[in-house]
Structures are given as C-alpha cells and as structure tokens.
C-alpha cells in the first residue's frame, strides 16, 4: 500500500548568512537543503503549508513519505532525509529533502502489529513489546512500501517474532538481520 505524494513548493534562499536564517524563522518558514538528483540548493518552505501535510502523515511514516517539491519550475520527487526539532517547542528549524538519482535508496518502514487486541499472550496477562519500530530496507522509490504488517494474535507469553517473519515485496532489500526480534509478549512484572 502506497502513501498519497505530498505536494511542496519550496523556493530558493538567497541569502546565506545566519541573519536571514531568523528572519525565514521570524516569518514562520523553515529553511531547507534539497540534494540528491541535482547539486545541493539551499531553500525554504512555508511553515504553514509544511506543518499541514506533516498532520497528514501518520506517526513513524515521514522518513518514507514522498513529497513532490516544486522548485525553480520543475517537479521532483523526494524524500525528507533529516528533521530538527526546537528541544523544548518541537517547532520543525530545518528540513533536508533528498531527490534520488535513479537508484534504489535506504529508508525506514513503519512495522504495524495487527491482532493486538486478539493476542492470546496480552489476554493471558502479557504485554505487547515492540523492540524494531521502523524496519530499514532499500528499494526504489516507486516500491517504497508505507508500511509492513506482523501478526501477532496467535502469540503467547514468551514468544517473539523476527524480521524474517514480516513480509516483505520482492523489490525491497531489508538492511538488518533478519534475526532480530522485532516484537515480544513480555511477561508483566509483579
């Protein structure tokens, strides 16, 4: 299942000094690089219109997320490859926005558990411990999956399952050790 692309115009920053920085910031925009497929620019988006879509984007699902930015006349397709946070007001300070070359890129893909409130572990007094949140894979852009499903209903007390349990299409290439415990019905504390 594919996320609906998000449309973005970004536009050009001609100044490059720390002055112009506060004043993009002051005026509630967000300064930006975008890299990748053509030579780094920097920019900036209007806050406003950012802020919008980023409401839109579900919980874990920005880092494979893709955005068609329209900038200097043309339409790319990108992805956003680093966020900065304020520490105390989360306000978003700075995006960079990747737009691939016509090769595969690493992203992170949400992994959601279905059948929690039917898991035989959690009924019997375990809890639900979700060790990999995000599994990071490479594909193209046209094969970025939006997210990946584990089942847990039939689990119990004790039992895990792996990466190597969770589906994944033929054209995506998992970048971790299938090995790894991905989520666990953990025993509940006393």
Do not use: W
């Amino acid at each position: 299942m594919q996320q609906p692309e998000m449309k973005l115009s970004l536009f050009p920053r001609l100044d490059r000094k720390k002055s112009a920085l506060t004043k993009i910031r002051a005026e509630k925009n967000i300064p930006a690089v975008i890299y990748g497929a053509i030579k780094n620019q920097p920019v900036f988006v209007q806050g406003a219109a950012f802020s919008a879509l980023l409401r839109q984007i579900p919980e874990n699902h920005l880092s494979n997320t893709i955005f068609t930015i329209e900038y200097d006349g043309s339409e790319y397709k990108a992805l956003v490859k680093g966020i900065e946070y304020n520490k105390t007001t989360y306000e978003v300070l700075h995006l960079d926005f990747m737009i691939p070359k016509d090769k595969p890129v690493n992203v992170k893909i949400p992994i959601v558990c279905n059948g929690v409130i039917d898991c035989v572990g959690i009924k019997l007094g375990g809890s639900l411990r979700r060790l990999i949140r995000s599994f990071p894979v490479q594909c193209t852009m046209e094969n970025i999956p939006s997210f990946l499903e584990v089942d847990v209903r039939e689990m119990q007390v004790g039992d895990a399952k792996r990466l190597r349990d969770i589906a994944l299409p033929p054209e995506v290439r998992p970048l971790l050790n299938l090995n790894e415990v991905a989520v666990t019905i953990a025993k509940q504390r006393s």
